[in-house]
């Protein structure tokens, strides 16, 4: 699973220098044999692997005010030993959202590597962006004990002061690249 997990990294293209270097850092951690998945909740081992997801509709972007982070956040969840990446996705769309996972495309966007923050803050949280397809018109059905509320936001109306440091990156490349219609 490594070798598929590095194939994944290594597929996303970048658009700025910072961006290389956090993959090259990424791929240097993965070609390490350093333990990629989460053990034990919260933070063992201190770095490993998340499946962030965007779900958008157009113009509009999912997010979701996350109880342990505090803050607005785009879907996803942590790798599972032996998971790969989007089939973290599939499984937290279905467990987070109750809907089916319909990927824009299916290589990811971006990699980032962030310091957690809010109540269980402290580690390392390597994530691997994807985007799905959202529908503003249909009632989600979210998971109550991770997420206080679920809200679209329009791409200009984000509240980037409390979010992933890296979502402004993200939503950037993801309209620059036009995979959203």
Sequence with gaps: MRDKI???????IPISDREAATI?????????????????????????????????????????DHKNAELWLPTGGHVEVGEHPIATVIREAKEELSIE????QQQPLLVSCTNTVGKTAGHTDVSI?????????????????????VRWFHKNDIPFDRTDPELKHFLNKLYRKDYVS
């Design 6 to 12: 590095r194939r994944e990294v290594s597929s996303i």
């Design 129 to 149: 962006w994807y985007a799905l397809k959202g529908n503003r018109k249909i009632f989600l059905d979210f998971d109550k004990s991770e997420f206080h509320s």
């Design 24 to 64: 090259a850092e990424v791929i240097s951690w993965i070609d390490s044999g350093a333990e990629l998945y989460r053990r034990q909740k919260p933070d063992i081992p201190n770095k490993h692997l998340i499946s962030y997801f965007a779900v958008v509709d157009g113009d509009y972007v999912l997010l979701v």
């Design 101 to 104: 996972a319909e990927f824009l």
